[in-house]
């Protein structure tokens, strides 16, 4: 599958969110771009019936962070179906890039197979701001509308296989 946009969905496959708890987990970092993501996903979140008391937003101070977070987040509230895990790393800055964006990925991995839950890899990793700023909300779409889908099915997924 071809996808031009992040923002580009078919919305009859996406499930009713209505009873969902999920948390979102923003990295401080290039804080108007993880802004325009956070807000991508809770908008989407509430297009598909998620209660606005049933989304919680914490911070973190970089993407580094975003896997304790998460693992924070589950851990403290046992009723939370899902985690979002927001970030953008950008490589034209940093030569830590490849440790950041391999660590981030690797650790989102391990959370969700530790508790057992979708945590999603919402990580913008791009070659500079423009990049970014296409993903967040410009041409390409926005990749936190795209975390928010993956979280829907993700959970849903789940609750089809509890009651198999
Ligand atoms: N965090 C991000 O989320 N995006 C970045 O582009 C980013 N670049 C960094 C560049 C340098 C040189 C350093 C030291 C940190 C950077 N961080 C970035 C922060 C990182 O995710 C983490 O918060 C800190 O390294 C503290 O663990």
Known sequence: MKKTNLSDYDTTL??????????????????EITEALARGAYDTLREHAVEEHDISLIHVPGS???????DMMLSSDATLDGVICI?????GETRHFDFI????????????????KPVIFSVLTTNDMQQAIDR?????????????VTVLKMIHL???????
Do not use: D, M
């Not at 580094?64 to 998460?70: D, I, M």
């Not at 970030?87 to 490589?91: E, K, N």
């Open 14 to 31: 996406v499930p009713s969110g209505k009873g969902y708890r999920i948390g979102i987990v923003a990295a401080e970092w290039n804080q």
């Open 64 to 70: 580094f962070e975003l896997t304790t977070g998460a």
């Open 87 to 91: 970030g953008c790393v950008i490589q």
């Open 101 to 116: 964006c391999e660590a981030v990925s690797q650790g989102i991995t391990n959370v969700a197979l530790k508790h057992g």
């Open 136 to 148: 967040a909300g410009g041409v390409h779409g926005n990749k936190g509308v795209e975390g928010a």
């Open 158 to 164: 789940q609750q089809q296989l509890k009651t198999v």
